[in-house]
């Protein structure tokens, strides 16, 4: 059945009418018949709606207004799909999981770092504060599953307990964080080889540049926080030595050392490590003063590696004496 507007002349005036009509055959060819005549279709103006909800309760599948269609919240998934696009571009799933693959991991490692990489591309927090940020996020894994915060109730919350997120979804982001320190190497060597694959690379220039990062915590925990120059400013604060190593434009490794460790004692350490892990063949290393050194300079003039460094020029003779030849 399907409705139908039949057209009547009547003197100088045309009215239409609202028929329901079935089709059916008779003798093998196919006819119409009026089921039911509703009537003139000027006059039934807001008359249908309340008819069509009246029969909607004898339909097997339910009827729904336009009005009863609404969204009430839309939580944003833009920038977590983009991160997505780029994770499986760089099979960081594939290398996470066939990396971390061990049976004391009673979930999969490389869906919950997604998560974590998402946060920090997105908005970067804490362990505790990426529950406030999937509370308003919409993070799924593979599956379509959404990523949803464990809040602990309100009774629990004391000031012993402070923190509002269970134990076990915040365990989970720790040990997420132990499985990949144990196989970061092996991550970044395998990063570095789908870069080199995916972008045709081929290296030819090597960065290597160091930075201070500290801690609201003024004494000394742990092997690495320690008490050193802060390029932050903050020396009443523990920190730690970041060392990132990029090669031809892309971050290919990175380093931590000890808050205290002087720069110019990290550059053997960090190259050594750059040419038995990726291989790399005629290079050019760039370093600021920071990582100059006599020993980095003997250890440079018989290795394989070319390169360009800089030097304070007012309080090295050796360079005074360059810059003045290049004046002249």
């Known amino acids: 059945m399907f409705p139908r507007i039949?057209?009547?002349?009547?003197?100088?005036?045309?009215?239409?009418?609202?028929?329901?009509?079935?089709?059916?055959?008779?003798?093998?060819?196919t006819t119409q018949r009026v089921v039911a005549n509703?009537?003139?279709?000027?006059?039934?103006?807001?008359?249908?709606?309340?008819?069509?909800?009246?029969?909607?309760?004898?339909?097997?599948?339910?009827?729904?207004?336009?009005?009863?269609?609404?969204c009430q919240a839309a939580l944003p998934f833009g920038p977590v799909l983009l991160t997505r696009h780029l994770w499986d571009q760089m099979q960081l799933g594939e290398i996470v999981g066939k990396l971390c693959r061990w049976r004391r991991y009673k979930f999969?490692?490389?869906?919950?770092?997604?998560?974590?990489?998402?946060?920090?591309?997105?908005?970067?927090?804490?362990?505790?504060g990426l529950a406030r940020w999937l509370e308003h996020t919409f993070v799924c894994d593979a599956k379509g599953?959404?990523?949803?915060?464990?809040?602990?109730?309100?009774?629990?919350?004391?000031?012993?307990?402070?923190?509002?997120?269970?134990?076990?979804q915040l365990n989970r982001w720790y040990r997420t964080l132990d499985a990949l320190?144990?196989?970061?190497?092996?991550?970044?060597?395998?990063?570095?080889?789908?870069?080199?694959?995916?972008?045709?690379?081929?290296?030819?220039?090597?960065?290597?540049?160091?930075?201070?990062?500290?801690?609201?915590?003024?004494?000394?925990?742990?092997?690495?926080?320690?008490?050193?120059h802060s390029k932050d400013g903050k020396?009443?604060?523990?920190?730690?030595?970041?060392?990132?190593?990029?090669?031809?434009?892309?971050?290919?490794?990175?380093?931590?050392f000890e808050g205290n460790q002087a720069e110019k004692t990290t550059l053997q350490d960090v190259l050594t490590d750059?040419?038995?892990?990726?291989g790399l063949g005629h290079v050019l290393v760039v370093a600021d003063r920071g990582l100059v050194s006599p020993k980095n300079l003997e250890y440079l003039a018989v290795s394989k590696f070319r390169y360009l460094l800089g030097l304070p020029g007012r309080r090295s003779r050796e360079a005074l004496e360059v810059l003045e030849r290049m004046r002249e």
């Open 6 to 29: 039949a057209t009547v002349k009547r003197g100088d005036k045309t009215y239409k009418y609202l028929q329901i009509v079935e089709a059916y055959r008779d003798n093998g060819r």
């Open 235 to 256: 020396s009443r604060q523990v920190q730690v030595v970041l060392g990132v190593v990029m090669a031809n434009g892309f971050p290919i490794a990175h380093h931590v």
């Open 38 to 70: 509703l009537g003139r279709l000027d006059q039934l103006d807001g008359k249908l709606d309340d008819l069509l909800v009246s029969l909607s309760k004898y339909a097997k599948r339910p009827f729904v207004r336009d009005d009863q269609i609404g």
């Open 108 to 128: 999969d490692v490389a869906e919950t770092a997604f998560v974590l990489v998402a946060n920090r591309l997105c908005e970067p927090r804490s362990e505790h």
């Open 145 to 168: 599953k959404r990523w949803e915060p464990d809040w602990l109730p309100a009774q629990q919350i004391t000031k012993q307990q402070r923190v509002k997120v269970k134990h076990e």
């Open 181 to 228: 320190l144990s196989v970061k190497d092996k991550i970044e060597q395998a990063l570095y080889l789908r870069v080199r694959d995916l972008f045709s690379v081929k290296v030819n220039l090597v960065f290597c540049d160091l930075t201070s990062m500290y801690f609201c915590r003024k004494s000394p925990v742990g092997r690495l926080r320690r008490h050193g």
């Open 274 to 278: 750059v040419d038995q892990r990726f």
